[in-house]
């Protein structure tokens, strides 16, 4: 299994955007990165996936690296709401278990 | 609109009772799971199911028992529920392109 790791915590300015970092220099070819964030305790929400192309919706958008060993989730214009843990994790089809790590716990602050 | 429902939201209940806490979801996922999570820390894997009549245990040793009879439903329950076991439980299925769909979360206390 892929692990992954992310800064503990940022900051970020509301209106700014929140570039948050990951790592995940172990992931195989047909592995897709994930990302997901926890507001408050509630379940964890899908944000946004990509295998190797950058990905962008309505939420965010998703930089991966040419390598594919790290990969960046970007909140253009980041809001109090968007306060939350956020969680990078890879997966792929066949894989079975979803396993967490600390995530990285952003404050958006006015 | 949620497609995975979780029941209660909220529960308190004396030690020593037998609780089942319910998930249902309408998306037709063959993959489910139960994570438990205490305040401030890490998910954690307490059961899993491929499918109809498969279960496994997870990553995090639990006293709790799973059941798949149907697809779309996938209870959890405490046959003597503890303080121990006061934690919010999170259910989760699996669809082929986005990964995890998540339930609200059922937050228990046992007192």
């Known amino acids: 299994d892929a692990k992954t790791t992310q800064p503990p915590s940022m900051d970020c300015a509301e209106g700014r955007a929140a570039n948050l970092p990951c790592n995940h220099s172990?992931?195989?070819?047909?592995?897709?990165v994930y990302w997901y964030r926890q507001i408050h305790s509630q379940g964890p929400q899908y944000i946004i996936h990509?295998?190797?192309n950058n990905e962008t919706n309505e939420m965010a958008s998703l930089i991966i690296t040419e390598d594919r060993k790290s990969s960046t989730l970007i909140l253009p214009h980041a809001t109090l709401r968007d306060t939350a843990v956020y969680y990078c994790?890879?997966?792929?089809?066949?894989?079975?278990?979803?396993?967490f790590g600390t995530g990285t716990r952003l404050l958006v602050s006015p | 609109e949620a497609d995975i429902y979780q029941t209660p939201r909220y529960l308190v209940i004396g030690t020593g009772k037998k609780i089942t806490l319910e998930c249902s979801q309408t998306?037709?996922?063959?993959?489910m799971y139960w994570y438990q999570q205490d305040p401030g820390m890490e998910l954690h894997l307490i059961h899993y199911?491929?499918?109809?009549?498969?279960?496994e245990k997870g990553d995090l040793s639990s006293e709790s028992t799973v059941s798949r009879i149907r697809t779309e439903h996938f209870p959890l329950t405490l046959e003597s529920a503890r303080p121990s076991h006061t934690s919010q439980y999170l259910c989760a299925s699996r669809g082929t392109n986005y990964g995890y769909t998540f339930g609200s979360g059922t937050r228990l206390t046992v007192v």
């Open positions: 990509g295998l190797k």
């Open positions: 172990t992931i195989s070819g047909n592995e897709y």
């Open positions: 199911s491929y499918g109809v009549n498969s279960t």
């Open positions: 998306m037709g996922h063959d993959k």
């Open positions: 994790i890879v997966l792929n089809t066949g894989f079975q278990k979803l396993v």
